[in-house]
């Protein structure tokens, strides 16, 4: 899992609720993604970040909302608007994609269930 | 747009036998191409990369892939696997003419049986 941490490694929302999820990086890294992964349904990409104060929507954006004020952090806040919000979510961070051949590292994930 | 498939939900294979899990993909320019692992409860962890070159690219753990352009497939394989090997692989592709995100596969599981 490299030098990304995410915190917490459980979490419990309840309806209604806002909640977030921490993802730091020390890899000197410019990009930074968050992906959302449900059984079967591989790894889809919610938010991604490839400079401070700038990120991008990913493939379901919905419900979800991001900031990077920081280069080390990309916290992701599941809100109230997201009726499914139970999955496993995946920080991961890159250097910035040129020529677009560069790796993306990931760390442990945060599990997120509803009560 | 970039796609990714991974046939096979599941592999068996007996411990000390070669292992393949499959991989093809679909873009319009030239192909990135990524193979990461997974634990259970676990982030994903890289094991090896085509950009560019020789077509067998050799990675961590003895694992290797080999890039077929003709077949757009990136398999993954080794010679002899581990029971440690169980775990859920992921095939990622970019699209090197196309914008900046990775598609994964939706993942196939290995059981290695001792």
């Known amino acids: 899992d490299g030098g990304i941490t995410q915190s917490p490694k459980y979490l419990f929302r309840k309806e209604g609720q806002n909640v977030t999820l921490s993802c730091e990086q020390n890899?000197?890294?410019?990009?930074m993604y968050w992906y959302r992964q449900d059984p079967g349904q591989g790894l889809r990409l919610i938010y991604y970040?490839?400079?401070?104060?700038?990120?991008q929507k990913g493939d379901i954006a919905e419900g979800y909302s991001v900031s990077r004020e920081k280069k080390e952090s990309f916290p992701l806040t599941v809100t109230s608007a997201q009726k499914n919000p139970t999955a496993f979510y995946l920080c991961?961070?890159?250097?910035?994609?040129?020529?677009?051949?560069?790796?993306?590292?990931f760390g442990p994930g945060t599990r997120l269930l509803v009560l | 747009a970039q796609s990714v498939a991974q046939p096979e939900d599941q592999v068996n294979v007996a411990e000390g036998n070669p292992l393949t899990v499959k991989c093809t993909y679909s873009?319009?320019?030239?192909?990135?191409l990524f193979w990461y692992v997974q634990y259970p409860n676990r982030g994903l962890q890289f094991l090896l990369k085509?950009?560019?070159?020789?077509?067998l690219v050799k990675g961590s753990y003895g694992f290797e892939a080999e890039f077929n352009k003709s077949q757009t497939s990136f398999h993954l394989k080794k010679p002899s696997a581990l029971v440690s090997d169980s775990a859920l692989y992921f095939c990622?592709?970019?699209?090197?003419?196309?914008?900046?995100?990775?598609?994964f596969g939706k993942g196939t599981k290995l059981s290695v049986i001792p």
């Open positions: 991961a961070s890159s250097i910035v994609p040129i020529p677009k051949g560069e790796t993306q590292y």
């Open positions: 890899l000197n890294h410019d990009a």
């Open positions: 970040s490839q400079i401070v104060n700038d990120f």
């Open positions: 873009v319009s320019g030239n192909p990135y």
């Open positions: 085509y950009i560019t070159g020789d077509n």
């Open positions: 990622a592709v970019r699209d090197g003419a196309g914008s900046y995100q990775l598609t």
